[in-house]
């Protein structure tokens, strides 16, 4: 059925000739048409609607042949010419440099306040924990958290560091410090930049499919969001800042590329350097540059050529690079969990590997259901009327329970780092507290498997119970009107779970190794299974099992480890979680949001099977108001605007006359407005009663009649259209692929209707067996 897809020049608008002298031919005076000069606004957008991508693609073609051929004509504009050419890689350079300065900031800053909740250092407030005993030379190795310059809230106001009056005020000063931290956070948001909070993901991904959300990317949101992001993950609540810092990366993008015309007037080219700047987000979140590619290509872009891959590429590096330099961590490394692992992995591993992706793929599903449910709750009750206190009532619980467990109590990112760990001979963790052969003498990197001594067995009972907690409180946390990343929360839950099997696989081994599965390649005194490689799995498990990625989510882990070696068990436990996810729903957590939120996104990854018609779907119905059109040359300016005014489309068909019906274009609203408010301006005679005309000669009027209106620069002489009985499986692969706005339906020429994005998503969800009006905006 494509041969019934009229496509013409689809991709191109018309070059517009020298526009014919109206005023001699009417004998009326000189009379200019005001539009070949540009005028402001043009080609812009309403906000919470969507670009015409056919044609931001056409006016960049445009514009960029203008500069060529101006080029040839001297050294100036040949510069000119080569200063635009190298713009983009400008702008690149800039976000890189920004995002990863921006995120080293958070890091330190989360490092310090975090550690401020439990006490404070002596020699300089500003350092924490870890700084603060750094510089001490009282620290010893064995003691090395411990130092006189540190001291805990409870030696501080009472000179007390053991015993229960400690405890009760160390642990209410905790919580005291977590709601006031969450309390400012949320307070920013609602006051300053309500668009701050969330992950940010869905709507960046909306937006990069070419939706217009002004202000989500704007400077004030990015100033909050980067303040309120310390404030959260310092309270220790249970959330990230990958996520959020990915919006972060992409208002800075969108900051930079309203410097540079060739970005700021035109949403096609921004949606490019978003595209780059979300690779970079996610390269200083995880300090994986190639991973922040792949990320940005297979979760949040919709149209990713290969110069924006390039792009991408450098905004990632320089971004990593910038992080690197500031060194936020002290290690040398981009991130803290970065672990190295001294023994392979072994084939018969592959099933616990891969049971720990059903499980992930389980509470990926699991995450999924039940956070929708309390978000669609928020939104359909009381409870979204009291954001602050719902911030403020989740913080608390977190604090009371999350203080008595020592994993909970730590911020996740650390949590994650001690997961990861492989067990040295120097580790003081509870969880590398093993019963030692006094007799080994062995290498430290090489210790063999060795019998659980009770600090395993204590740790493994307070990581289960911290398990049960963060899979629960995270469903709650996750959507609250504060920043809230997704990652992190989902690798502790799949490091908490990972680690515990890892370590009975280990005990297994230990305990068991004459069985048939161990006695090949786990003798007695060697180093056969690494728990911190199974925390590693698990992690990557939820987290593909929440968000649906595959193949950016194995890069990212692998370049957290430093290590080829074990990218077979994450592609393992990464398809498998996928699957199983997959089996209950196609949406990750994302799509999932976007659906619940109403945006106008339409996903590659669905499929359309249904065989209905475009004659279907198009309006006007059987039974409703035939469609508003736009004559070629029998309407006044006065009947134009009243159209307008009783109608809230976003443009009007332009046909012959309204007996033929026979399509010659298309207006869009928002540019007819424009040249009518321009024309009572700068054009003298133009009146309400004046004839409004598309096409190239002006209609024949009678002697000392107004001057017309020439509006044929602002028609799209070539819309896009497609017969009556294209189906529409045909016509969603044409939104799909091509971004548009509305599609024409026309029979022979004469137009029938019209198709808009709204429609084929009303149409979609209907199919779905879902409710159509949950499509909120135009």
């Given amino acids: 059925m494509f041969s019934s897809i009229s496509l013409h020049n689809g991709v191109h608008f018309e070059r517009y000739p020298n526009m014919v002298n109206a005023g001699e031919m009417n004998g009326s005076g000189n009379l200019m048409d005001f539009l070949d000069e540009p005028f402001p606004d043009v080609g812009t957008y309403e906000d919470f609607?969507?670009?015409?991508?056919?044609?931001?693609?056409?006016?960049?073609?445009?514009?960029?042949?203008?500069?060529?051929?101006?080029?040839?004509?001297?050294?100036?504009?040949?510069?000119?010419?080569?200063l635009d050419a190298w713009s983009g890689w400008v702008v690149m350079l800039l976000i890189g440099l920004l995002a990863g300065t921006l995120a080293g900031v958070i890091d330190l800053a989360v490092d310090?306040?975090?550690?401020?909740?439990?006490?404070?250092?002596?020699?300089?407030?500003?350092?924490?924990?870890?700084?603060?005993?750094?510089?001490?030379?009282?620290?010893?190795?064995?003691?090395?958290?411990?130092?006189?310059?540190?001291?805990?809230?409870?030696?501080?106001?009472?000179?007390q560091s053991e015993g229960a009056s400690a405890y009760i005020l160390n642990y209410f000063l905790y919580i005291l410090w977590a709601l006031c931290f969450a309390f400012l956070a949320v307070s920013?948001?609602?006051?300053?930049?309500?668009?701050?909070?969330?992950?940010?993901?869905?709507?960046?991904?909306?937006?990069?499919?070419?939706?217009?959300?002004?202000?989500?990317?704007?400077k004030w949101t990015l100033l909050i969001k980067t303040v309120t992001l310390v404030l959260v993950v310092s309270s220790g609540l249970s959330l990230g800042k990958e996520g959020p810092l990915v919006h972060v990366a992409c208002c800075c993008g969108n900051f930079f590329s309203s410097l540079f015309s060739k970005y700021s007037k035109n949403e096609g080219k921004r949606r490019e350097v978003l595209s780059a700047a979300a690779a970079a987000g996610v390269s200083v979140a995880f300090g994986a540059p190639i991973g922040g590619v792949l990320f940005s290509l297979e979760e949040v872009s919709y149209y990713f050529p290969l110069k924006t891959l390039w792009r991408s590429f450098f905004a990632a590096l320089v971004a990593a690079f910038t992080l690197r330099s500031i060194n936020p961590f002290g290690n040398s490394r981009l991130v803290l969990f970065y672990v190295e692992y001294h023994?392979?992995?072994?084939?018969?591993?592959?099933?616990?590997?891969?049971?720990?992706?059903?499980?992930?793929?389980?509470?990926?599903?699991?995450?999924?259901?039940?956070?929708?449910?309390?978000?669609?709750?928020?939104?359909?009750?009381?409870?979204?009327?009291?954001?602050?206190?719902?911030?403020?009532?989740?913080?608390?619980?977190?604090?009371?329970?999350?203080?008595?467990?020592?994993?909970?109590?730590?911020?996740?990112?650390?949590?994650?780092?001690?997961?990861?760990?492989?067990?040295?001979?120097?580790?003081?963790?509870?969880?590398?507290?093993?019963?030692?052969?006094?007799?080994?003498?062995?290498?430290?990197?090489?210790?063999?498997?060795?019998?659980?001594?009770?600090?395993?067995?204590?740790?493994?009972?307070?990581?289960?119970?911290?398990l049960v907690f963060k899979i629960v409180i995270t469903i709650f946390t996750f959507g609250m009107k504060i920043p809230s990343g997704l990652f992190i929360p989902s690798m502790a839950v799949g490091a908490m779970a990972g680690r515990m099997v890892g370590i009975g696989v280990e005990q297994l081994a230990y305990h068991h190794h004459d069985w048939i599965i161990f006695r090949n390649w786990c003798r007695p005194?060697?180093?056969?299974?690494?728990?911190?490689?199974?925390?590693?799995?698990?992690?990557?498990?939820?987290?593909?099992?929440?968000?649906r990625m595959t193949v950016s989510l194995v890069v990212i882990m692998f370049e957290l480890t430093g290590g080829l070696e074990y990218i077979v068990p994450l592609m393992a436990a990464a398809v498998t979680s996928k699957w199983v996810a997959d089996a209950f729903g196609k949406e990750g957590i994302y799509e999932a949001h976007i659906h619940l939120n109403g945006y106008p996104f339409l996903d590659v990854k669905d499929e359309f099977t249904h065989r209905t018609l475009a004659t279907d779907v198009m309006r006007p119905r059987r039974g409703e108001a035939p469609l508003s059109v736009l004559t070629q040359d029998s309407m006044t300016v006065e009947d134009v605007e009243t159209l307008i005014k009783e109608t809230d489309y976003n443009g009007f068909p332009v046909v012959v006359s309204k007996d033929s019906e026979r399509l010659i274009g298309f207006a869009q609203r928002r540019e007819l407005i424009?040249?009518?408010?321009?024309?009572?301006?700068?054009?003298?005679g133009v009146v309400s009663n004046s004839i409004v005309y598309f096409t190239e000669d002006p209609p024949e009027l009678p002697p000392n009649s107004p001057h017309p209106l020439k509006l044929r620069r602002i028609l799209n002489l070539s819309p896009f259209t497609?017969?009556?009985?294209?189906?529409m499986e045909t016509v969603v692969d044409i939104f799909r692929k091509l971004g548009l706005r509305q599609c024409l339906v026309t029979r022979s020429g004469r137009l029938l209707g019209i198709i808009t994005k709204k429609d084929v998503l009303r149409h979609m969800a209907q199919m779905a067996n879902q409710d159509p009006e949950s499509i909120m905006f135009n």
Avoid at 195 to 210: F, N
Avoid at 378 to 397: D, F, H, N, S, W
Avoid at 534 to 545: E, H, I, Q, R, T
């Fill in 49 to 82: 609607h969507t670009i015409d991508w056919l044609r931001e693609k056409s006016r960049d073609t445009d514009r960029h042949r203008k500069i060529t051929n101006k080029s040839k004509e001297s050294i100036w504009e040949f510069i000119k010419s080569l």
């Fill in 112 to 159: 310090w306040m975090t550690d401020l909740k439990e006490g404070v250092c002596l020699s300089a407030f500003w350092y924490s924990h870890e700084q603060c005993c750094w510089t001490s030379n009282e620290t010893t190795f064995d003691d090395r958290d411990k130092c006189p310059q540190w001291q805990k809230w409870s030696e501080l106001l009472v000179n």
């Fill in 188 to 218: 920013l948001v609602r006051v300053f930049a309500p668009y701050a909070c969330g992950s940010g993901i869905p709507e960046i991904k909306t937006i990069l499919s070419g939706f217009i959300i002004r202000g989500y990317l704007g």
């Fill in 343 to 466: 023994t392979p992995w072994y084939m018969a591993e592959l099933f616990p590997f891969i049971l720990l992706g059903v499980f992930g793929g389980l509470w990926g599903t699991l995450f999924i259901r039940c956070n929708i449910a309390w978000c669609r709750r928020r939104k359909t009750t009381r409870l979204g009327k009291y954001p602050v206190l719902e911030v403020i009532v989740i913080t608390a619980i977190t604090a009371i329970i999350a203080y008595p467990n020592p994993y909970t109590r730590r911020s996740t990112s650390e949590l994650i780092s001690e997961l990861f760990n492989d067990c040295g001979a120097l580790e003081s963790s509870q969880l590398c507290d093993y019963i030692n052969d006094p007799n080994m003498t062995r290498p430290v990197d090489d210790i063999p498997d060795r019998p659980a001594g009770p600090g395993v067995y204590t740790a493994m009972w307070q990581l289960a119970l911290a």
């Fill in 525 to 547: 005194g060697a180093d056969c299974v690494t728990p911190g490689l199974y925390a590693m799995v698990g992690a990557a498990a939820c987290l593909g099992g929440v968000t």
């Fill in 674 to 684: 424009l040249a009518i408010k321009n024309a009572r301006q700068r054009q003298d």
């Fill in 722 to 727: 497609v017969t009556d009985h294209t189906p």
